[in-house]
């Protein structure tokens, strides 16, 4: 077993190869290098670097597709069935990232784009200010998602939307981080985000890794959300800053800065279901539907009856209306309560 924070100063490639056994990592949330001249980005967005660590590593356009089927060839091997690879990346190199995962057994959940609080002014075309991150999961066992992990299910906006479906739009609008005066890699995720990312996909303990560790923001937060941390950073100049930065980083010390959603309390919570107990619970839903009118308010009026919650209800109605008592039911219950 990996311990609780392992750092190394290589190519992760193979790094990878020798110091992560198979099906070990639970979460990867990466940031590849940006195949772009990244190194030079400062001559064309005029932007000030003098605090910026020198010794970024790029990764010539010619070499890119075979640079990233490696790594992800890599990230494949060593995710655990059931675990979760974030990957975020700009438009440039988006197919060859793409092409790379659909040669892999992964399988897409979501395209999410991340929006940011500025781009690069442009007069001639559109100015570009987002992200793509794209999520995707290993087959093979059940996938770990939090989604009650920031709001509870009846928080509602001020506008009267849902806080919880709010939270997990497929559009994300995050700012950068901006750190003036303080010394700092080339290009660094917002915590936020982070955060964001890995309370959905991963729980106290997990092992989080980053092939690309860059400012270590990925392993900072893991660390302060009591998650394990592993990661390669190739760069010997920002690894040894950033491997200084990390003595200071407190396990668990992000924890106490998570907002509490507040979640339903269900007496029969977690209680196992019988066959006839769902027969009757599908039977009562078909009767509710015709008087509630719409499928939330009858899951809604199910909920106080039963004492279980709605995503115990959803599968099990789900179970019983496919008539296979060891049928998981996850589809139809989308289909039946969203």
């Known amino acids: 077993m990996l311990h609780e924070a392992q750092f190394f100063n290589e190519d992760c490639v193979e790094g990878c190869r020798r110091h992560i056994p198979d099906s070990t990592v639970d979460l990867i949330v990466t940031d590849p290098p940006y195949g772009i001249q990244g190194h030079q980005l400062h001559k064309h967005y005029n932007r000030k670097e ?159 890794c980053d092939l690309f560790l860059g400012s270590f923001s990925t392993a900072k937060v893991a660390i302060g959300l009591n998650r394990r941390a592993v990661g390669f950073e190739k760069s010997s100049t920002a690894f040894s800053h950033q491997v200084a930065e990390m003595k200071t980083v407190q396990r668990g010390g992000l924890l106490d800065q998570l907002r509490a959603p507040a979640l339903e309390s269900h007496p029969n919570q977690g209680k196992p279901w019988s066959d006839d107990e769902r027969r009757q619970v599908y039977r009562r839903y078909v009767g509710l539907l015709k008087v509630c009118g719409t499928k939330g308010k009858a899951i809604e009026v199910l909920s106080r009856e039963t004492g279980r919650g709605r995503f115990s209800l959803g599968k099990a109605i789900a179970v019983a209306k496919n008539g296979d008592s060891g049928a998981t039911g996850q589809l139809d219950f989308v289909e039946i309560v969203s």
């Open 50 to 208: 003098e605090f910026v660590l020198d010794g970024y590593v790029e990764v010539p356009a010619e070499e890119y597709p075979e640079f990233t089927r490696l790594w992800i060839s890599e990230a494949e091997r060593i995710l655990r069935p059931g675990g979760s690879i974030y990957i975020v990346s700009g438009y440039t190199h988006l197919v060859d990232i793409l092409v790379a995962l659909r040669a892999t057994s992964l399988r897409e959940v979501n395209h999410l784009v991340w929006k940011y609080n500025f781009g690069v002014y442009t007069s001639r075309k559109y100015i570009s200010s987002h992200y793509h991150i794209l999520y995707y999961v290993k087959p093979g066992r059940p996938i770990t998602f939090n989604t009650g992990c920031r709001y509870g299910p009846k928080e509602q906006h001020e506008n009267g939307g849902s806080l919880n479906y709010l939270d997990r739009e497929d559009v994300w609008v995050i700012n950068r981080e901006y750190k003036p005066g303080q010394t700092k890699n080339k290009n660094a995720l917002p915590s936020q985000l982070l955060i964001k990312i890995i309370q959905y996909s991963s729980n106290e303990g997990d092992l989080v």
